[in-house]
């Protein structure tokens, strides 16, 4: 399923706190998520359009990929 836009944002925000503190622990996974969320409802609309962009382009690659894909969630 390709990413949505705040999801390459945090993929990208984790990565940027990943190599600021390479010995940042897993069990802070959860905390880094919550700034990544407060960072990104803060962000400017012209920030949010460029993870927007990267999440169409997401989408474009997944459908060449997996043209008959279809989205079905387990219940």
């Avoid at 959860?30 to 803060?42: G, L, P, T």
């Avoid at 400017?44 to 999440?55: F, H, L, M, N, R």
Wanted: charged letters at 30%; proline letters at 7%.
């Amino acid at each position: 399923r390709p990413l949505n836009s705040f999801m390459i944002y945090r993929r990208e925000y984790q990565k940027k706190i990943k190599e600021q503190n390479p010995n940042i622990l897993l069990s802070e996974l959860s905390r880094i998520s919550k700034s990544a969320a407060d960072n990104w409802a803060s962000e400017p609309q012209q920030v949010k359009q460029i993870y927007a962009e990267k999440a169409r382009a997401e989408k474009e690659r997944h459908m060449k990929l997996y043209p008959n894909y279809v989205y079905c969630p387990r219940r």
